[in-house]
Antibody, heavy 119, light 108 residues
Framework: EAQLEQSGAVVKEPGESLKISCKAS????????IGWVRQMSGRGLELLGM????????KYSPSFQGQVTISVDKSVNTAYLQLSSLQASDTAVYFC????????????WGLGTLVTVSS | EIVMTQSPATLSVSPGERATLSCWAS??????LAWYQQKPGQPPRLLIS???TRATGIPARFSGSGSGTDFTLTISSLQAEDFAVYYC??????????FGGGTKVEIK
């Protein structure tokens, strides 16, 4: 069964950085783009960007270009989302999600990682 | 960026009744439209792709229609487990996919 397992909830102070992970299993990791989606409390879904594990090709949504860094380690079937200089406004649940082959949509989701930024 | 607009923001429906949710795109997205269901504390779940194709395991009471800029998700007879938030998402504009703001379906 295909799954995406995300790292656990984290609490950080403003100015800190963090890297959350998304480990894939049950399918060929290098064949599907992985996207990262943010959901602030009580709000909708925002695509941050996506990466292709096969060649590490990365695309960022314009609003998040330069704000986040997406990476992958295909040797361990894991994608990463790095957030730097955290602010309270980065407090949200971050989901990773698998995209289907073209035409692309999200067919498999991780459970989400709650990031809380608070002093 | 293609802006997706959903209406209404909240829909109050009695169990067994029909629910009709709307989604509009600011530009033509052809049939590259997906619907997701999200329950509290859970990730979104794919319901519909290609504007009208149900995902694996999705009950037949869920149906999608539309193309271009106007789309509809219909739940023919609401069950208790259908009360949730529903999002539409366009995947026409690679790689800047966008979601609608969501429609919350609540018990009347």
């Amino acid at each position: 069964e295909a799954q995406l397992e995300q790292s656990g909830a984290v609490v950080k102070e403003p100015g800190e950085s963090l890297k959350i992970s998304c480990k894939a299993s049950g399918y060929t990791f290098t064949r599907h783009w992985i996207g990262w989606v943010r959901q602030m409390s009580g709000r909708g879904l925002e695509l941050l960007g996506m990466i292709h594990p096969g060649d590490s090709d990365t695309k960022y949504s314009p609003s998040f270009q330069g704000q986040v860094t997406i990476s992958v380690d295909k040797s361990v079937n894991t994608a990463y989302l790095q957030l730097s200089s955290l602010q309270a406004s980065d407090t949200a649940v971050y989901f990773c999600s698998r995209l289907t082959p073209p035409p692309y949509y999200f067919d498999l989701w991780g459970l989400g990682t709650l990031v809380t930024v608070s002093s | 960026e293609i802006v997706m607009t959903q209406s209404p923001a909240t829909l109050s429906v009695s169990p067994g009744e029909r629910a009709t949710l709307s989604c509009w795109a600011s530009q033509n997205v052809n049939s590259h439209l997906a619907w997701y269901q999200q329950k509290p504390g859970q990730p979104p779940r794919l319901l519909i792709s290609g504007a009208s194709t149900r995902a694996t395991g999705i009950p037949a009471r869920f149906s999608g229609s539309g193309s271009g800029t106007d789309f509809t998700l219909t739940i023919s007879s609401l069950q208790a487990e259908d009360f949730a938030v529903y999002y539409c998402q366009q995947y026409e504009s690679w790689p800047t996919f966008t979601f609608g703001g969501g429609t919350k379906v609540e018990i009347k």
